[in-house]
């Protein structure tokens, strides 16, 4: 049984469109630099308050991080 040309190609065509779908769109995430707040004092027990503050020093968010519970002001790179 011989196979024919056509056949051959609508086969490779099928697995290259399965292997493409498979392959959706990669989109990146944005890198963030984190520095921590020069107006926060004491330690940081409320995200909200210390979002806050960020915001006030020009950043878009703030987070209470570490052992130490500071707050790390946030920011695309």
């Known amino acids: ?21 498979g392959m959706g769109p990669v989109t990146a995430k944005a890198r963030m630099c984190e520095t921590s ?5 004491g330690p940081c027990l409320s995200t909200t ?6 915001q006030n020093e020009g950043f ?3 987070d209470c991080k570490g052992f130490r ?4 002001c946030n920011r695309p790179c």
């Open 1 to 21: 049984m011989k196979l024919s040309f056509r056949f051959i190609s609508a086969v490779a065509l099928l697995f290259m469109l399965l292997v493409a779908t």
């Open 37 to 41: 707040s020069q107006l926060f004092s």
């Open 49 to 54: 308050n210390c979002a806050n503050i960020c």
């Open 60 to 62: 878009p968010d703030g």
């Open 69 to 72: 519970l500071r707050c790390i």
